[in-house]
């Protein structure tokens, strides 16, 4: 059991007292897209993190290696789209095992290096992966930065207790 400051432990075990713990704290979302032999692939993560500068990288985690999670984690390159308010939608698509994806609704074109690629998103960074590291049911990615595509930035949106919510004004 996880014990707070004053020895309680809220009657949670180490995992839900996690889940619970991060179900509160906001994350931004990416939409992670590569291209297979089966076809493209994707999935929403809410872990996507800068890693370094020099050299340019980033880390994030996905569940279990199979489905989307496997297709990205066997791609030789894949993009990290940073989403915003535009595309909960897309993020929410994403986030849904066998929702529609990769619709001509939602906008998708394919890269010349033939990532799908999502043009109106803030960011989107094309990768590799340099390291993978296998936690439980969970991998961990950190991945080298090839290259960027930019488009207008638009109001922010995080991930916060299971719902895909805009921000307020900045305090």
């Known amino acids: 059991m996880v014990q707070n400051e004053s020895g309680s432990t809220g009657g949670f075990e180490a995992g839900e007292a996690l889940k619970r713990a991060f179900r509160e704290h906001p994350a931004g979302i990416g939409v992670i897209t590569a291209q297979t032999p089966e076809g493209p692939v994707g999935l929403t993560v809410s872990s996507v993190a800068s890693v370094a500068v020099d050299p340019p990288a980033i880390a994030f985690s996905v ?92 109001d922010p949106m995080v991930y916060l207790d299971r719902q895909f919510r805009g921000l307020g004004d900045p305090l």
């Open 63 to 154: 569940t279990r290696a199979t489905g989307s999670a496997g297709g990205v984690l066997h791609a030789d390159t894949f993009l990290v789209h940073l989403v915003d308010s535009r595309h909960a939608s897309i993020a929410q698509s994403f986030a849904v095992t066998g929702a529609e994806r990769f619709t001509p609704e939602q906008g998708w074109t394919t890269l010349p290096t033939g990532e799908p690629y999502l043009p109106n998103v803030r960011a989107a960074l094309r990768c590799r992966a340099l390291h993978t590291l296998e936690v439980g049911s969970s991998v961990i990615v950190v991945a080298g930065v090839l290259d960027a595509h930019f488009a207008e930035s638009a």
